[in-house]
């Protein structure tokens, strides 16, 4: 049922059916507002990263037919939320200097974000692979939650024991993606 609705949500996109877009905004399009505002985003910024998201899955699904194993929804807001935080590191490294401009073609811009989608995407799917304590010990650590808080909240006794399990976990996530056969197509490419 769920891969039917995204299906009808992914050829309404390619083909450009109207209502259907419009009807992706009017789902959508409320909650990434919300995100992008909590983020340090303006409505303006929240439009610009929506219609990007857009249109690098189009870019996406012109290039190759693929299958979201989330909701529609979920997995759009996932790419906005990854376009906006790239975004925002973006704005914090960018050297104010109006001599200078940056060019990049869109095409360079819409074939990278689709390499970074699919590197996120291998990603995902590896990090459930782990085991559930694995699972929550690298959310934690990838959420910056700092090690004293690690220590309390898994009951390890030291820091330095939390330091090994998540090495550990980190260890086996690497794994588990070097072994997968796209890797090295990803890797390849950038």
């Not at 409320?30 to 909590?38: C, G, N, T, Y």
């Not at 085991?131 to 934690?140: F, P, T, V």
Request: charged content about 35%; proline content about 1%; overall charge positive.
């Amino acid at each position: 049922m769920q891969n039917t609705k995204n299906e009808f949500y992914l050829d309404g996109l390619l083909s450009g059916d109207e209502i259907v877009i419009d009807h992706i905004y009017k789902k959508a399009f409320p909650q990434v507002i919300a995100f992008i505002k909590r983020n340090k985003g303006t409505y303006e910024d929240a439009e610009e990263v929506f219609q990007d998201a857009l249109f690098q899955l189009i870019a996406r699904l012109k290039v190759r037919k693929f299958e979201i194993k989330s909701t529609f929804d979920g997995y759009l807001f996932t790419v906005c939320k990854n376009l906006w935080r790239k975004e925002l590191n973006i704005r914090k490294k960018r050297v104010r200097n109006d001599g200078i401009v940056e060019l990049v073609s869109e095409e360079s811009k819409h074939s990278s974000f689709i390499l970074e989608q699919e590197r996120w995407e291998l990603f995902e799917e590896k990090i459930q692979q782990l085991s559930e304590n694995c699972m929550k010990l690298l959310k934690e650590y990838f959420n910056k939650v700092p090690y004293g808080i690690i220590v309390k909240k898994f009951n390890y006794s030291s820091e330095n024991v939390a330091f090994q399990r998540i090495f550990k976990c980190k260890k086996r996530l690497a794994n588990l993606i070097k072994k997968d056969s796209r890797y090295k197509d990803y890797t390849n490419h950038g």
